[in-house]
């Protein structure tokens, strides 16, 4: 059963799916490293939509993942009671696949499209520059790396293991659940998924409110999703 405080969207089924498994205690201490939360910000991104070309086109395929938000929260670690460690010149041997983390890299590439996206400034504007630098999380750097473009590492910030998944469980049950009700034809499947779609969002929303420093608010699981 879900028991809703409030009716605004999906967003409060959100809420009451993070309440049961009581991730507000799975915050992490406070970040006063300045250095930390810089890369924090650098690091996030967003959903973004681009065209790269227009006209008549033939072939078009649609990809799409099915839950990808919620697969995704599967492996987001605790950050209850967890340090980042600072390397003043990471490795690629000093990181594990696994590993949650903002690494500092610069990159340069003679493809039509940059490896990595870049926030413009005042305008908030994202592009794909074909060469930069920037604080990228560990597994979009990784991903770099493995597709073959020439990336150099600087300075990181890693979270330390080992690592608890808070989530795994719980998003588990719901969506076999979920699977169930939708087998039967049951409408009671879409509460579930639009639920667990949400975790994301309520996770990484946007901040609405300045510290006491007057730098904004950044949402715990921001950078790491």
């Known amino acids: 059963d879900i028991h ?17 498994v009581k991730m507000q205690d799975h915050k992490p201490n406070i970040l006063k490293d300045r ?11 967003g959903g973004r939509n681009e065209q790269f070309i227009r006209g008549f086109i033939k072939d078009v395929h649609h990809y799409d993942i099915n839950s990808a938000y919620p697969t995704a929260c599967l492996y987001l670690p605790s950050l209850r009671d967890k340090n980042f460690e600072y390397f003043k010149k990471i490795k690629e041997s000093d990181l594990e696949d696994d590993t949650f983390g903002m690494v500092e890299v610069s990159w340069i ?18 592009i794909f520059p074909t060469h930069g630098h920037g ?11 493995d597709k073959g473009y ?7 910030f890693i979270l330390e293991k080992p690592y608890e998944f808070p989530l795994k469980e719980f998003i588990t049950k719901i969506m076999k659940v979920r699977l169930a009700y939708k087998k039967k034809k049951d409408l009671a499947h879409i509460p579930l998924k639009l639920g667990a779609n949400g975790l994301y969002g309520k996770l990484a929303q946007k901040p609405v409110r300045k510290n006491k420093d007057e730098t904004w608010f950044i949402p715990p699981y921001m950078e790491l999703i």
């Open 4 to 20: 809703l405080r409030s009716w605004h969207g999906a967003g409060a089924i959100s809420s009451y799916f993070l309440n049961q």
């Open 35 to 45: 250095r930390i939360n810089h890369a924090r910000k650098l690091c996030y991104f």
């Open 109 to 126: 590439t003679d493809s039509k499209m940059g490896c990595f996206p870049f926030r413009l400034d005042p305008s908030n504007m994202v």
């Open 135 to 145: 604080f990228y999380h560990w597994k979009e750097v990784k991903t770099a790396i």
């Open 150 to 156: 020439d990336i150099k590492l600087g300075q990181a």
